[in-house]
């Protein structure tokens, strides 16, 4: 079975730092890009960061600078490491890994961890 667990959310005022964690079991983690995503109150989800199985990432604009996603592939986990936090990063934070192997994708998706950014 296969299980995807965010956890590391919170309260933190705007300027402060916060660092997700995303456990993953039940795969074959070292051969999944993992992905972070976030979604606001009325808003769309949208794609944070994410890093392959080579350890390539990306961000989105809104957070370069600012975010820094690693993995450790011997604890099959994946963080997101947030400095300088803003207001309009509050949103609910999801975790999901996913493969492309020959044709054949999977995905899977954590319950989502709470980040509130507020003085």
């Known amino acids: 079975q296969v299980q995807v667990v965010e956890s590391g959310g919170g309260l933190v005022q705007p300027g402060g730092s916060l660092r997700l964690s995303c456990a993953a079991s039940?795969?074959?983690?070292?051969?999944?890009?993992m992905d972070w995503y976030r979604q606001a109150p009325g808003k769309q989800r949208e794609l944070v960061a994410s890093?392959?199985?080579?350890?390539?990432?990306t961000y989105a604009d809104s957070v370069k600078g600012r975010f820094t996603i690693s993995r450790d592939n011997a604890k099959n986990t994946v963080f997101l490491q947030m400095n300088s936090l803003k207001q309009e990063d509050t949103a609910v934070y999801y975790c999901?890994?996913?493969?492309?192997?020959?044709?054949?994708?999977?995905?899977?998706w954590g319950q989502g961890t709470q980040v509130t950014v507020s003085s």
């Open positions: 999901k890994a996913s493969q492309d192997w020959y044709g054949t994708v999977r995905r899977y």
């Open positions: 890093i392959t199985t080579v350890s390539v990432t």
């Open positions: 039940g795969i074959i983690f070292s051969s999944y890009t």
